[in-house]
């Protein structure tokens, strides 16, 4: 095995045209895993710890370009303003230890779907960019980045770069079923963001489909039909509720059943709507 | 390949380290400090928790490579001498262990802990402490040891600034 340590971000973009079935490690929270119990043999590690340029987050362009190698920690102590859904869900990954080594770019990379990152990034419409020496940049929305279970549309030559997601402007919730309140993989998760702008509403469905994914239809009910100066509708909440579920294909495995993670995006996305919604009320008469 | 780092204050090397080997394997087999233990292998139970370029982590899911250069500060670092760092001390007051396995994990995560926040609430010790399992004593000597190193560090550094100030006027 191969350990490539580029201290920069051009030195890890020839290391991985050069070597493209190195498997690049951020915290080690996934891949240490792996190798650890004998499951991954990659023919090289490619360690992106020294590459600094990826911990920091920017303004750009509107958007916080947050760096792929920006941990969780990062993210729940100076991100939570513009980015609360994100921060949220970084809240419930692991535990501290996990928080300071797990990265966004190793949640991408790692593309499962389970992770925690993903349906908050779906909700508010994040960008992946990607990069390559031979192309260069690309930017791929979150809703067309995962591809299947544990695969995206990240190229074997490419790196991950940073996702880049515009501050909330309006409240933002992410919900997630698990057996304890901490160290718990997603049995399902959501999440939910109201952009009072555009008078639309985004959606992130967690660990119930072979990949994260949004709930377009209910997406396109509540852009049809919510008031957004009235209180919230329930039978529209309940209509809301019906189609993310509807949005979902789950497996049942061992963490839950099939039936009960359709039942439980049905009853987190009515909650968090309301949530948001009434958070959504409070603000306007403030 | 070899890696060098810096550990408990000290430059350490290792030699013949597989690429995809932990930076708990080397602390524990290559450089002879078993303090950190290795159970999980997966981050789940906090045994192997150290203090990694100053923020705690779990050893076994860092790979030794991403340590080359860095500083690593284990719970065979935390006492000053052999005086026990109140942390320690306060564990063995309270009774915290058990089985013991558990422990160095334990420490130098609460030990993190009192360090960003000197009085925790219990929710932000529980909070602190989620990733790291104990199978013996059920936890309640672990909240109470972390309340009493709290309390302890708290009067160490009033009585540390009192005496600073009795100082400073004798002058």
């Given amino acids: ?286 | 390949m070899r890696v060098t780092f810096t550990v408990n204050g000290r430059e350490e090397s290792a030699d013949d380290v597989w690429e995809g080997e932990s930076l708990l394997y080397v602390l524990r087999e290559r450089l002879g400090l078993p303090g950190s233990k290795n159970a999980c292998e997966q981050g789940e139970c906090g045994s192997c928790t150290v203090y990694l370029d100053g923020l705690p982590v779990c050893a076994c899911l860092v790979a030794a490579g991403q340590a080359e250069g860095r500083q690593v500060r284990t719970v065979e670092g935390l006492a000053d001498g052999g005086r026990l760092d109140p942390v320690q001390e306060a564990f063995v007051e309270c009774g915290a262990v058990q089985c013991g396995f558990c422990t160095p994990g334990l420490i130098v995560q609460a030990h993190d802990l009192l360090e960003r926040v000197p009085r925790p609430s219990d929710a932000e010790i529980r909070e602190a402490l989620a990733g790291n399992l104990c199978r013996c004593t059920g936890y309640e000597q672990i909240l109470d040891a972390v309340r009493l190193a709290a309390a302890r560090k708290m009067a160490r550094k009033t009585a540390q600034k009192m005496a600073q100030k009795k100082a400073r006027k004798a002058d």
């Fill in chain 1, 1 to 286: 095995m191969d350990f490539l340590r580029p201290t920069t971000w051009e030195d890890a973009l020839a290391a991985k045209a050069d070597q493209p079935e190195a498997v690049p490690v951020q915290g080690g929270t996934d891949v240490m895993v792996e190798i650890n119990f004998d499951r991954r043999r990659p023919p090289a590690l490619l360690d992106l710890n020294q590459v600094a340029e990826l911990r920091e987050w920017a303004m750009v362009d509107g958007a916080c370009r947050v760096g792929a190698g920006v941990s969780y920690t990062t993210v729940i102590e100076e991100l939570a303003g513009p980015l609360p859904g994100l921060a949220q869900a970084a809240r419930t990954v692991g535990s501290p230890q996990i928080r300071n080594r797990g990265s966004i770019g190793g949640n991408l990379g790692a593309a499962s779907p389970a992770g925690d990152s993903h349906p908050p990034l779906l909700a508010a419409g994040a960008v992946v960019e990607v990069e390559s020496l031979a192309r260069g940049v690309r930017m791929i929305p979150a809703a067309e980045y995962y591809l299947g279970v544990k695969r995206s549309a990240l190229e074997p030559d490419e790196l991950i770069r940073a996702v880049h997601v515009r501050p909330a402007t309006g409240p933002q919730y992410f919900s997630k079923i698990g057996t304890r309140n901490a160290m718990v993989i997603a049995v399902c998760s959501f999440a939910i963001a109201l952009h009072p702008g555009e008078r639309r509403v985004g959606t992130g469905i967690g660990s119930a489909a072979p990949t994260p994914r949004r709930a377009p239809e209910a997406e396109e009910l509540l852009a049809q039909e919510l008031d957004w100066g009235a209180p919230l509708d329930p039978a529209l909440a309940g209509r809301f509720a019906e189609l993310c579920a509807a949005a979902a294909a789950p497996i049942d495995d061992v963490r839950g059943a099939a039936a009960y993670r359709v039942h439980a995006i049905a009853v987190m996305a009515r909650r968090t709507l309301t949530w948001a919604w009434n958070d959504h009320l409070a603000r306007r008469a403030a």
